[in-house]
T-cell receptor, first 113, second 116 residues
Framework: SQKIEQNSEALNIQEGKTATLTCNYT??????LQWYRQDPGRGPVFLLL?????KEKRKERLKVTFDTTLKQSLFHITASQPADSATYLC????????????FGAGTRLAVHP | EAGVTQFPSHSVIEKGQTVTLRCDPI?????LYWYRRVMGKEIKFLLH????????ESGMPNNRFLAERTGGTYSTLKVQPAELEDSGVYFC??????????????FGNGTRLTVT
């Protein structure tokens, strides 16, 4: 069955550095991949969608890559700030398209001043 | 624009009781989804409405769960009778577009359900 793996350990970095989060998937060839941010007690918030024919996508300080050969997506936050501290979720569409998504467990990012 | 709203934010009920969760999607969003996260697990898909029609309810755990979206506006998710394993956070999300759309999901803040 399809499976998504994200680093379960928290990522701690210094303010101003680049944070890199990893999403690996198996038994799957998704047409696109999404990244969400989730804060404690809140619902996930959509950040970026990258399609299988796109190698890289950027939005302000965020950059996402999608390597369909490695079955991996990397999520980068440049010039990180304490306000970027949150859990970041990777999500892929299950068969059937639309937004029937399978989510990873998420990686918690802590940016320290 | 108002976001997706869910009510209640928290619910504590005893095993065997009934609970009804409500979701108001963003106005104009035809697609409405229910997801849930049980303790220690990933967020998982439950079902998908397009307007008032159920398009996919393959993620519903069992027949103790009933979702409705009368009139294609707000939706309710009823659990009857509740069991201990139903505890978790139930998220509602909505999106624009037609049936095949992958427009980004807008999530509510969830209902935290605790069954004791």
């Amino acid at each position: 069955s399809q499976k998504i793996e994200q680093n379960s350990e928290a990522l701690n970095i210094q303010e101003g550095k680049t944070a890199t989060l990893t999403c690996n998937y198996t038994n799957y060839s998704p047409a696109y991949l999404q990244w969400y941010r989730q804060d404690p007690g809140r619902g996930p918030v959509f950040l970026l969608l990258i399609r299988e024919n796109e190698k890289e996508k950027r939005k302000e300080r965020l950059k996402v890559t999608f390597d369909t050969t490695l079955k991996q997506s990397l999520f980068h936050i440049t010039a990180s700030q304490p306000a970027d501290s949150a859990t970041y979720l990777c999500a892929l569409p299950l068969s059937g398209g639309y937004n029937k998504l399978i989510f990873g467990a998420g990686t918690r990012l802590a940016v320290h001043p | 624009e108002a976001g997706v709203t869910q009510f209640p934010s928290h619910s504590v009920i005893e095993k065997g009781q009934t609970v009804t969760l409500r979701c108001d999607p963003i106005s104009g969003h035809d697609n409405l989804y229910w997801y849930r996260r049980v303790m220690g697990k990933e967020i998982k898909f439950l079902l998908h409405f397009v307007k008032e029609s159920k398009q996919d309810e393959s993620g519903m755990p069992n027949n103790r769960f009933l979702a409705e979206r009368t009139g294609g506006t707000y939706s309710t998710l009823k659990v009857q009778p509740a069991e201990l394993e139903d505890s978790g956070v139930y998220f509602c999300a909505s999106s624009q577009g037609g049936r095949g759309s992958n427009s980004p999901l807008h999530f509510g803040n969830g209902t935290r359900l605790t069954v004791t």
